[in-house]
């Protein structure tokens, strides 16, 4: 309260201060979406090694159809979040004016995804992804707080909505 800075200290023009904060923003939105992508390639690891080793009707999980299109289908969702982030971090580097659009984008995608990725490496380990013994559980815990940090899913949805129909370049 009652703050005075002077010009010479200011980073912006007046009234610029919300407009800082908000680019601020970006990187941390990469940070989470990074976060998840860790998280998920940990849990698809452990769906991996728990499919070698865990067996049932007389089979190693690994053996089943189903079970084998899960674990293609959890990589390539880890795969494309890593692409995403990798894409958005590119643009925030560059300057790029699109680059809020894109960390946006990046949050979402890779947040949502990598979610989804732990929750079916969970489902892989039956009643013990449910279990603090294994990192499933706590994996599941900590994707899903990351599509609320640094702005909801919602969020971001809006800005990228935001952006697409008031700005004249393309995102591509």
């Given at each position: 309260?009652?703050?005075?800075?002077?010009v010479?200290?200011?980073?912006?023009e007046?009234?610029e201060?919300?407009?800082?904060a908000?680019?601020?923003?970006?990187?941390?939105?990469?940070?989470?979406?990074?976060?998840s992508?860790?998280?998920?390639?940990?849990?698809?690891?452990a769906?991996?090694r728990?499919?070698g080793?865990?067996?049932?009707?007389?089979?190693a999980?690994?053996?089943?159809?189903a079970?084998q299109?899960?674990?293609?289908d959890?990589l390539a969702?880890?795969?494309?979040s890593?692409?995403m982030?990798?894409l958005a971090?590119c643009k925030?580097?560059?300057?790029?004016?699109?680059?809020t659009?894109y960390?946006?984008?990046?949050?979402?995608?890779?947040?949502?995804?990598c979610?989804?990725?732990?929750?079916d490496?969970?489902?892989?380990?039956g009643?013990y992804?449910?279990l603090?013994?294994y990192p499933?559980?706590?994996?599941?815990r900590?994707?899903?707080?990351?599509q609320?940090?640094e702005?909801?899913?919602?969020?971001?949805?809006?800005?990228?909505?935001r952006?697409i129909?008031?700005?004249?370049?393309?995102?591509?």
């Amino acid at each position: 309260e009652n703050v005075h800075v002077p010009v010479a200290n200011r980073l912006g023009e007046e009234g610029e201060g919300f407009r800082f904060a908000m680019k601020g923003l970006d990187g941390g939105r990469i940070n989470i979406a990074t976060c998840s992508v860790g998280a998920a390639q940990g849990a698809y690891e452990a769906a991996r090694r728990y499919m070698g080793e865990r067996r049932q009707f007389g089979r190693a999980l690994a053996d089943f159809q189903a079970l084998q299109f899960k674990l293609a289908d959890l990589l390539a969702n880890i795969v494309a979040s890593r692409q995403m982030v990798r894409l958005a971090a590119c643009k925030l580097d560059e300057g790029d004016p699109q680059a809020t659009a894109y960390c946006a984008m990046a949050k979402r995608l890779a947040t949502d995804l990598c979610f989804q990725s732990c929750l079916d490496a969970q489902q892989i380990h039956g009643g013990y992804g449910y279990l603090k013994d294994y990192p499933l559980e706590r994996l599941v815990r900590d994707t899903r707080v990351h599509q609320i940090l640094e702005g909801t899913n919602e969020i971001m949805r809006l800005i990228v909505a935001r952006h697409i129909l008031t700005q004249e370049a393309d995102l591509r």
